[in-house]
């Protein structure tokens, strides 16, 4: 694999690890920017970065912060070119503010968390699941997001090429909400050939400069084509809440109402389009598990057991997190006895599935404060408890 | 009806200014340099009696003569009434978040090193909120040029103290006179590696024009530091109640020292005020610097 010859889409079967594996999944989606700044369990993303994307015509820069690293992808993403950045938790906060301003100015591009104990600097090395609401809410205002969550390095290269065509589709920084076991782990990753990779590429603007307005979306549509710097439209792009022509309307709601709205609904309306999720055994379930992320994955072995001692239960994996499926978990609610959630935080995603159930079962939390995977026994318990067997204590 | 405002008499507010599209100034007729400017959304937001349309103007004729295409010039700025720049220009412009122009500058740069990107803010937001990007931008010889207007305060927010407001300077939130230590805006830049560094009083006009001009033609990292006045914020605080009183005291006190020692320009609330161009070097930029060594490296 060190093999520096080989440019673009390295097609084949690896060996290989999930933070490189989301590298690599980046460069078939077409990205050629990465800027970032190192931080555990992420930097071999940008390591790995720093050597492929100079021999495929990409450029690497590490910045002097992940504010930086984070405005330095916005700003090559306005210059035409996908682009890309990789953190964990200290990095992630530091990027919320200019997530927003990518939000606002509906920028293409992706943001990879590599989630660790938190919160502050927490527990470098080991696993977390701790960012999930800080991915849904943590820079200020309203918007809606869209965030991914990969449980193995084959899926963290899937899922990074999804995540660059949704930027594109919908306008809009999309995260990789990964964590440190998946991405330190190394499994079979396989590379598809390139012509069975769908790319969707940068949607251009055909108006000639003059009639094209950066802001103004057709009927039917939920976002502008996009002119970035230097073609010839003379574009302005503002974090200010602005109006069709992209310039700042700030005297009252008027432009407010529309941009807000249409930011959020260009999200929520497609969720048929954008919501991936991946249903294991639900059919006869009598209890649902629903996870995602690497918990989704170590929930296995006990759901095993549990079918062994004659409990129907079944995996609901959220693949997208955000926007959330609120209409499968509603749905499920209404057919199982219990449903259990096994995530590594304190009970974040149990929340939303709470509202989601709308009170139509039982939802049990298994939290986990970080730094490691679940003990199977405490997952086990609490689908033996949602199926209403006894449990000792 | 209008409102008062400092003293003056304003017909509308900032915000229906903001919104008045394809104004015409009905004495003077259309600007010389309206080809550069989005017209239609004029008139600007600042004060009487501020520096920035004169620093923006200066920036304009120099662009302009330097003959770069101009569908190939991107200006950025931070947040502030000087970050107002980017939207006022009729170029490709962003108006990025407070102090963060500079990175937002590089990932354009980066992503299409055709482009001529400048970045137009102010202290507050280039070397105070922002000054890790702008050290780190001069360090790397990153090929931007970046256009500071020090007013010595923070004028959008009402006049706090900042990186750059001298000692004994008083502001909103100095009221007791500021006792910290200031950045020397261009002795930061000229420290931090960069290739050319000028400052200039909005006074010194043409002067500051040639300098931009300079600035712009110079491969690398540029900066131009602009003493501009604020009224508002800043000078009413200091005895210059109005923009006119500054450029009078900018008359008396501006001494031009071309290759003056920058660690030896620091600016007071009294005593000379420094100006002229101070380095004007060569050295390979980011982008050369790149692409040697990978050129090297990838060789073998
Ligand atoms: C993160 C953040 N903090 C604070 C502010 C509020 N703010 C807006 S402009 C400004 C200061 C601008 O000062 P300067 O860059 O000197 O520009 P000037 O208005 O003097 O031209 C501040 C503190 C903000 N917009 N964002
Ligand atoms: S507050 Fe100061 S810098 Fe801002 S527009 Fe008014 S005079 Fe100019
Ligand atoms: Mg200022």
Known sequence: MSDKTHAGVLSGEFFMQGDIACAEGAICAGCRFFGGYPITPATEVAQWMSERLPVVGGMYIQMEDELASMNAVLGASWAGIKAMTATSGPGFSLMMENLGLGIMMETPCVLVNVQRGGPSTGLPTLVGQGDMMQARWGSHGDYAIIALAPSSPQEIFDLTIDAFNLAERYRTPVLVMTDAEVGHMTEKVVIPPPDEIEIVPRRKPTAPPGEYMPYYVAPGEWVAPMAVAGDGYRIHATGLTHNEKGYPATADDSSQWPLIQRLIDKIEKNRDDIIVLEENGLDDAEVAVISYGIAARTAIWPMQMARAEGIRVGLLRLVTVWPFPDAAIYDLAGRVNGIVVPEINMGQIVREVQRAAAGRTQVISVPHPGGGIHDPYKVLDAIRRAAGRKVEV | ?300
């Open chain 2, 1 to 300: 009806m209008g409102i008062e405002m400092q003293g003056y008499r304003l017909d509308k507010t900032m915000e229906q200014h903001e919104e008045a599209e394809g104004w015409v100034d009905e004495i003077h007729g259309t600007h010389p340099m309206d080809d550069l400017l989005r017209t239609d959304r004029l008139p600007h937001i600042w004060c009487p009696g501020c520096g920035l349309g004169t620093a923006l103007t200066c920036f304009l004729s120099a662009l302009r003569k330097s003959k770069f295409d101009l569908d190939k010039v991107v200006v950025v700025s931070g947040i502030g009434c000087t970050g107002r720049v980017a939207g006022y220009v009729r170029l490709d412009s962003f108006h990025t978040t407070h102090g963060r122009a500079i990175p937002f500058a590089t990932g354009l740069k980066l992503g299409n090193p055709a482009l001529k990107v400048v970045v137009f803010s102010g202290d507050g937001d280039l070397v105070t909120i922002g000054g890790n990007h702008f050290i780190h931008a001069a360090r790397r010889n990153m090929d931007i040029t970046v256009i500071c207007v020090n007013n010595f305060n923070y004028g959008m927010t009402g006049g706090q103290a900042g990186a750059t407001t001298p000692v004994g300077g008083v502001t909103s939130t100095s009221p007791y006179g500021n006792y910290e230590y200031p950045f020397n805006v261009s002795a930061l830049a000229a420290a931090s590696g960069a290739v050319y560094v000028a400052r200039w009083t909005v006074l010194h006009a043409r002067r500051l024009e040639r300098s931009i001009h300079e600035a712009l033609l110079k491969p690398g990292f540029s900066l131009v530091e602009i003493i501009s006045p604020c009224p508002t914020g800043f000078g009413r605080r200091h005895k210059q109640r109005e923009g006119l009183d500054t450029l009078h005291y900018y008359h008396e006190h501006g001494v031009i020292k071309h290759g003056a020692d920058p660690r030896e320009t620091d600016i007071g609330l009294s005593g000379a005020l420094v100006e002229g161009k101070f380095v004007d070097l060569d050295k390979p930029t980011f982008l050369e610097q790149r692409s040697r060594r990978l050129a090297q490296a990838l060789e073998k």
